[in-house]
């Protein structure tokens, strides 16, 4: 009887292989195929004899091929379709009404009343424990909805598919629990994964929407972002160059009163005395200018509700919260985050006032600079007159006091 096998294999593979529509993406030749391919693993699991074998064969190659002819009772057509193609090869008539019983326990939510029902039933099924599970009902999902009988979302097809995997589904034979189970539950939590993943993303897409008008423009807050970092950035720069004279000052201070100042005492370096003293005029300014321009202001660091219920105060500055206990402060941003508008309030305050800053740290620098270089200057000038006119070799040349 292995010949019947044979020639079922060769009839259906013709009939399917160029007679099916194209819209049957997933019954299709791949399909059966896929479905031998099962049942010979579970007739090997499972130890049947060669007559029940081909009596499994011959309905697996034929269990689908009633969709050539209509996608509703396709099993009653393929069950038609077997029946006289084994009557054409002299099949008797027991082994044919078997052949189409197994076919019709393909049914869906069809209990097997037998062992080779539940073969037949675990080979169909056998997709839900492979790894091409998800994209196997993907082409399922496709070919309905192209068929015009039900177009599923992919959220309401995975809810489908958990269904069935979970409530509907189980294997039959010892066989396929053994060797087919983990993979089905490992496409189960697949599919949870994929849900619990889906959810968070609608929620996180429904929250985008409900707080969309709320939200200020990616523009909006990299307008802030980069003009805070750049006032900030623009005040380090100016420490720096503060600090800078500052210590270029104190070193020619430390300098000249370390070697220039103890040789004034000489009549002969009096001629020294105004450059020195210009010199270190200059320095002492430019020091002083450089102190002023670093001079953090003083600020009251207290404010009381009412600033905060009219928005008067700009709680981003530390100055203006600094002596405040931390309820009072809790409460006060508190307060602030509720309102869009004033934390924007806040934040243009806190340029405002980091500019007006800058402006000041940025003008004594310039005139610090200023004073720094016309002090060289007048010192070079002066000491150059003084040692052209008064210079060591002008007091030689004096006469002597008689």
Request: with cysteine; glycine share 2%.
């Amino acid at each position: 009887m292995d010949t019947i096998v044979s020639k079922a294999e060769s009839f259906v593979t013709q009939k399917l292989g160029k007679e099916i529509d194209t819209t049957y993406l997933y019954h299709n030749l791949r399909h059966t195929e896929r479905v031998v391919k099962s049942a010979k693993e579970l007739i090997e699991g499972e130890k049947i004899g060669d007559k029940d074998r081909e009596k499994l064969m011959v309905a697996v190659w034929f269990h689908d091929l009633g969709y050539l002819k209509s996608h509703d009772n396709h099993e009653e057509h393929s069950c038609q379709m077997a029946r006289e193609f084994l009557e054409k090869q002299d099949c008797p008539e027991e082994f044919i009404t078997d052949v189409c019983s197994l076919i019709l326990a393909t049914k869906m939510n069809y209990e097997p009343k037998n062992h080779l029902e539940k073969i037949m039933r675990d080979a169909d099924s056998s997709h839900f424990a492979k790894k091409s599970f998800l994209q196997t009902s993907e082409l399922l999902r496709e070919e309905l909805k192209q068929l015009n009988l039900k177009d599923y979302s992919i959220e309401d097809w995975r809810e489908e598919n958990i269904h069935l995997l979970r409530v509907k589904h189980r294997y039959f034979t010892d066989h396929a629990r053994e060797n087919w189970q983990k993979g089905k539950d490992k496409n189960i939590k697949r599919l949870v994964k994929a849900k619990n993943k889906s959810k968070k993303l609608v929620k996180k897409e429904s929250l985008k929407a409900k707080f969309k008008g709320q939200i200020p423009d990616r523009g909006v807050q990299t307008l802030y972002r980069v003009t805070l970092r750049n006032h900030i950035k623009l005040s380090d720069i100016a420490d720096t160059k503060a600090n800078i004279l500052l210590s270029v000052n104190a070193i020619i201070i430390s300098l000249a009163l370390a070697n220039l100042i103890p040789k004034l005492d000489n009549p002969s370096n009096d001629y020294l005395f105004y450059p020195t003293f210009i010199f270190i005029f200059f320095s002492i300014i430019s020091m002083i200018m450089s102190i002023l321009a670093t001079k953090p202001n003083v600020t009251s660091g207290e404010f009381t509700e009412e600033d905060v219920k009219t928005k008067k105060v700009n709680l981003l500055f530390f100055g203006n919260f600094h002596k405040m206990e931390l309820e009072k402060y809790q409460w006060a941003i508190s307060e602030v985050i509720k309102d869009q508008e004033y934390i924007y309030s806040s934040l243009t305050k806190d340029l405002y006032y980091l500019g007006i800053v800058l402006e000041r740290k940025y003008r004594l620098l310039r005139w610090t600079y200023t004073v720094f270089m016309i002090g060289m200057i007048l010192s070079v000038i002066v000491f150059a007159i003084a040692l052209k006119f008064y210079g060591p070799e002008r007091v030689l040349d004096l006469p002597e006091m008689q």
